[in-house]
């Protein structure tokens, strides 16, 4: 599986931002998707996920203000990113993975940064 992001850019404290994910390949079987970050200085985190059923999970850090969805059609991911917050700011990636295997796809980084 393939994984290509877009979105992500430079917004202010409590705007928001969209990232999609767009997966490529076949698709088969019980998976999931979501969304990790890493900040400066810190270790890669996962931001939100969400299986091929629709459950959902999020860091403690963003619940409430950040929404994950997928279109398991056109197999994409969605990140809607609401009252960003300086500590936001992270390169954000796509990942995919199925529910039966260890390994992971993950899509190029995209950066979000969130100023003052």
């Known amino acids: 599986v393939q994984l290509q992001a877009s979105g992500g850019g430079l917004v202010q404290a409590g705007g928001s931002l969209r990232l999609s994910c767009a997966a490529s390949?076949?698709?088969?079987?019980?998976?999931?998707m979501g969304w990790y970050r890493r900040a400066p200085g810190k270790e890669r985190e996962l931001v939100a996920g969400?299986?091929?059923?629709?459950?959902?999970e999020y860091a403690d850090s963003v619940k409430g203000r950040f929404t994950i969805s997928r279109d398991g059609a056109k197999n994409t991911v969605s990140l809607q990113m609401n009252s960003l917050k300086l500590e936001d700011t992270a390169v954000y990636y796509c990942?995919?993975?199925?529910?039966?295997?260890?390994?992971?796809?993950w899509g190029q980084g995209t950066q979000v940064t969130v100023s003052s």
């Open positions: 969400i299986l091929s059923g629709g459950t959902t």
């Open positions: 390949g076949i698709i088969f079987g019980d998976n999931i």
């Open positions: 990942n995919f993975r199925y529910l039966w295997s260890a390994q992971n796809s």
